[in-house]
């Protein structure tokens, strides 16, 4: 059996065969002519018009063409005119042998057009606007959707692979990915995973990333909501978006769900010890609490969520059964800030003389974002001098304007000031050289930079630290004081340079009186709330807990750790004034002085090379 042609209907056809019939229209039917009232009487009498249609508010008059014999074919001509008051127009065309029609005008159609058609673009622009308000813009058809981005594990391109570092973190993880894609080793033995789980860090070591690596190695949809998007100025719209996430959420199942900035949304209720302020905020986390407890994990759906101030949570967000694990993503040591240089490196055009694990060792405390900023920095440096190839230099003063800031060129220092700061930084580096926990000095420079920084002396460590001694502290403070202490013995006065410096000091020798129970007259006890563990704790409602007798004795304390320390610095730097002009003579000259050049004019052996380094800059007020 022949295959049946398939035919094919193109409304071009359509348009084709109305045009025709329009052309065709125009050319066969009358043509109108208005013209008026005079004219058409005029018409009238010329014997023109042969039939006049008369209705409500017109005349028509139609010239007819007659053939051969005298009779009629069809109008070549109509001729309409406004119809006027005249009571005489019914004889004079009598008189002029016109056939006269009379016509009801049905205005039925003008009627319904005058209602129907004001109805159907007002109509039509309510449903354009609730088109609009339904595509996901702020609409009020919108206020109660929930405002995660939904990305698919295809459109993520991030893997552990892409995260270097934190294995430790990483383990933690990999039985949430485990889980994701064989649900039934778990189920068989009735196992169930946590139903949350909290990436606690400080800011910019990766969470967010860490979150989005699960996604990618357990190969399922990535919901990506903020804290701050749930809470709105409507009361109730913050509960209704946590019931449509989770709706949503359950059914992409398997999918994870991941709520970045956690203590914008999870902050523990009645914090602030203000009341009427937080409603709508604690009635979203109460529907999150809710939906958490009703949630069940196997179905498989994870909640991540990530904060770097784990403090201010809600205790009943933490208990088991909601967010039960909590995984550290801490800043990386060594060994990660390599690695991570690495990953970021990738695309960059690098000299061979670049080392790397020189450059993590510059960098302690450095975060995966503040790495990658660094190798970014370095790069437009070497774009700005026009090189092929970023080489160490660049990654030096890409180092120095982060931690430092940016290099003050057009900031001129007169002689006595750049005298002052260079005896200022010699009195820090100094102290520093001749101290035996001090950390080793890696640079002294008076070139200002930043914001006020007129100058710096930058340290490197010996070794990871995570402990410190008393004898540590009090050194540390010593080379704090050193730059006062140089002023004040050369100069014999002092200026407002060492604000920086006397506010560190001070806050460590606080910190050994209050929090570290290193003080004999106020015993093994602590007298202040700490702040946070990644970010500083404010809360301007915290009670004082001590009394007024106690925080003199605290202020006393540690004013004299802080006149004993100045005390011993001043005794040394008295023994090493020699050294002092030296050093401060060599930065008069070159502005900046690397460690092997201090070592050399002090006479002091190189410390060992340190395995990690910790920048502590000291900046001029």
Known sequence: ???????????????????????????????????????????????????????????????????????????????????????KLVEFLEENNVDIIAENENTFLKTLLSWVIPAVVFVGIWMFAMKKMGQGGPGMMTLGKHKAKIVAQTDLGVDFSSVAGQDEAKRELEEVIEFLKTPEKFTRLGAKIPKGILLVG??????????????????????????????????????????DLFDQAGKTAPCIVFIDELDALGKARGIGGMS???????????????????????????ILAATNRPEILDPAL????????????DRPDLKDRVAILKVHAKGVSMADSVDLEVIARRTPGFTGADLANLVNEATLMAVRKSKDLVDTEDFEQAIDRIIAGLEKKNRILNEREKKTVAYHESGHALVAAFTATAEKVHKITIVPRGI????FTMQLPTEDRFLMSKTELLEKIDVLLGGRAAEEQTF???????????????T??????????????????????PGGQFMPQQNFFQQKEISDETAKLIDDEVRIILEERMTTVKNLLATKTDLLEKVATALLEKETLESEEFM????VTPKEAPPDAKVAEEKEA
């Open 492 to 506: 014999g006065e002092i200026t407002t340079g060492a604000q920086n410096d006397l506010q560190k000091a001070t």
């Open 318 to 329: 933490l208990r088991p059964g909601r967010f039960d694990r909590q995984i550290l993503v």
């Open 508 to 529: 460590i020798a606080r910190s050994m009186v209050t929090l570290y129970g290193m003080n004999e007259k106020l015993g093994h006890a602590t007298y202040n709330e």
């Open 276 to 302: 009427g302020g937080h409603d709508e905020r604690e009635q979203t986390l109460n529907q999150l609490l809710t939906e958490m407890d009703g949630f069940e994990t196997n179905r498989g759906v994870i």
């Open 1 to 87: 059996m022949a295959q049946q042609k398939k035919i094919s209907f193109s409304t071009s056809y359509l348009f084709v065969a109305l045009a025709t019939i329009l052309l065709f229209q125009y050319w066969l039917s009358p043509k109108v002519n208005n013209v008026s009232y005079s004219q058409f009487k005029n018409l009238v009498q010329e014997f023109k018009i042969t039939s006049v249609v008369i209705s409500t508010n017109q005349l028509k008059g139609f010239e007819t063409r007659q053939d051969e014999k005298q009779e009629p074919l069809f109008p070549e001509m109509i001729y309409r005119t406004p119809r006027v008051d005249d009571r």
């Open 202 to 243: 400080p800011p910019g070591t990766g969470k967010t990333l860490m979150a989005k690596a699960v996604a990618g190695e357990s190969g399922v949809p990535f919901f990506s909501i903020s804290g701050s998007d749930f809470v709105e100025m409507f009361v109730g719209l913050g509960a209704a978006r946590v019931r």
């Open 452 to 455: 006020g920084s007129l100058g």
């Open 600 to 603: 050399e004019l002090v006479g």
